[in-house]
T-cell receptor, first 113, second 112 residues
Framework: SQTIHQWPATLVQPVGSPLSLECTVE??????LYWYRQAAGRGLQLLFY??????ISSEVPQNLSASRPQDRQFILSSKKLLLSDSGFYLC????????????FGSGTQLSVL | TQLLEQSPQFLSIQEGENLTVYCNSS?????LQWYRQEPGEGPVLLVTVVTGGEVKKLKRLTFQFGDARKDSSLHITAAQPGDTGLYLC????????????FGRGTSLIVHP
């Protein structure tokens, strides 16, 4: 069965520090991968999506970047965090051929102080 | 402008009550999904509807897709505290986009 791992679960970082959030998927090949951000208990804002290794599309201009160094690994990064980067970050995957369902990780609560 | 409008934004009810939440848009969708998200967790898919007028039931939850495939409703019968969470609808807009778009959700609290 497929599983998705996302870590860390919580993170407190000072303004101006770097960020690296990692997401890995097991049990499937060549998935679509996504990074979403969620403001306190509200809807999901798509940040990045990827259809293959090294293929990253960005939905909104921002202080963040994403990379996909391996088929089932998706990394969200920042060189210098801003206060506005605080939020709940969710990684998700879907099957390439149907893309009907998204399977989410358990999320990372990032607080930038 | 939001592609999807979910209402109400917040709902606080007592155990045993019935409720309905809505997901509306002016656009036509090839499919629509409902997810439930518990605090501190990622959303979990509840159902996908693809046919106009379709009704799906999942225990006490009834999902309906509008005839014109522009809107959907979720009805919960005899709500329980375990139903507490954020209910999100998501769509793949017609026209080939495969990127799911989410509404802002309805936050439901069911009090014992």
């Amino acid at each position: 069965s497929q599983t998705i791992h996302q870590w860390p679960a919580t993170l407190v970082q000072p303004v101006g520090s770097p960020l690296s959030l990692e997401c890995t998927v097991e049990g499937t090949s060549n998935p679509n991968l996504y990074w979403y951000r969620q403001a306190a208990g509200r809807g999901l804002q798509l940040l990045f999506y990827s259809v293959g290794i090294g293929q990253i599309s960005s939905e909104v201009p921002q202080n963040l970047s994403a990379s996909r160094p391996q088929d089932r690994q998706f990394i969200l990064s920042s060189k210098k965090l801003l206060l506005s980067d605080s939020g709940f970050y969710l990684c998700a995957w879907s099957l390439q051929r149907t893309n009907e369902k998204l399977f989410f990780g358990s999320g990372t609560q990032l607080s930038v102080l | 402008t939001q592609l999807l409008e979910q209402s109400p934004q917040f709902l606080s009810i007592q155990e045993g009550e019935n409720l309905t939440v809505y997901c509306n848009s002016s656009s036509v969708f090839s499919s629509l999904q409902w997810y439930r998200q518990e605090p501190g967790e990622g959303p979990v898919l509840l159902v996908t509807v693809v046919t106009g007028g379709e009704v799906k039931k999942l225990k006490r939850l009834t999902f309906q897709f509008g005839d014109a495939r522009k809107d959907s409703s979720l009805h919960i019968t005899a709500a329980q505290p375990g139903d507490t969470g954020l209910y999100l609808c998501a769509v793949r807009p017609s026209g080939g986009s495969y990127i799911p778009t989410f509404g802002r959700g309805t936050s439901l609290i069911v009090h014992p």
